[in-house]
DNA sequence: TTTGTTGTAATCATTTTTATTACAACTAGA
DNA sequence: TCTAGTTGTAATAAAAATGATTACAACAAA
């Protein structure tokens, strides 16, 4: 199955908040108007980015900010703070293999290192990936128009 | 969300087959007994590997086989088999982003060719391993004991 | 004190996964 | 040819995850 939309929710809300930072504030009901997401998904995926240290909310007065530099956030990051996968791992078993099979017994043990071979591989390229990125493409298509 | 257990289930299948063949019928009943999973998902599973040339399948009188060389057969090819991964796309985005807003209207565009190449990453892995790789490590683990 | 906002609980609809029952179609062997 | 065992598939259900929505207390600034 995909790869839940709160990831690519979550970098959009990054990009609006920086893109808007100067002219408006930046609630979850803005949020909410750009990505077409209802404002209370919006604060739930806030407050795990918040947990995560890669936001800042405004409790009461309202409005996000990002506390880092652009460039030290990575979708690795980001996909940490929002994702919850069990375990961590990418891949999953069925629950209980016939142990008294000889390959029911060993198949998790054949598996991890390959399977956590290739979700390093994706990780990897997750953390090559900054949110300075991002802002650079933004940038670039908002002023081409 | 975690990769369904119909990826590691149709490894665990394979290794079955192949360790199996010479000494039993290797039938979805046999298979659903090393996986303690139902029968009639092995079979599904099955039907998705049949239909990628992955694995054959006895009609009426039963059993399961595995036509190709088993270093020609990929985690990538089994993966594509039982994944049925909507478009192929590995993340998921939110449906309708507000076109009027600068970072909706781009934020897909921007966004593509970077989870692509994590896409791409984890396929390569994918490709990498084969269940040559499996029957090895198979064999050493029941040798062991 | 008013206004707008966040954090969160509760509920619901939808989708996906997995399990399960049932049975027609099929094949090999008796 | 009949029987027994098996596959393919439909139908249904249960469980888990996602996402939407309503409601409201807590909060902070003007």
Request: proline share 3%.
């Amino acid at each position: 199955m995909q790869i839940s939309s709160r990831f690519t929710l979550a970098v959009h809300i990054f990009a609006c908040i920086d893109v808007f930072k100067d002219d408006y504030k930046v609630t979850s009901d803005f949020l909410a108007a750009s990505t077409n997401v209802n404002p209370v998904i919006i604060r739930k995926i806030l407050g795990q980015l918040k947990a995560a240290g890669l936001v800042e909310v405004a409790r009461g007065s309202g409005g996000a900010s990002i506390p880092r530099p652009l460039n030290e956030i990575s979708f690795l990051d980001i996909y940490n703070a929002v994702e919850c996968i069990e375990n961590g791992e990418l891949f999953h078993f069925h629950e209980n293999p016939n142990t008294d099979c000889p390959v029911g017994k060993n198949i998790h043990g054949i598996l991890d290192d390959k399977l956590m071979r290739v979700q390093k591989a994706m990780e990897d390229q997750l953390s090559s990936i900054t949110l300075e990125d991002i802002r650079k493409d933004t940038k670039e298509l908002i002023d081409l128009k």
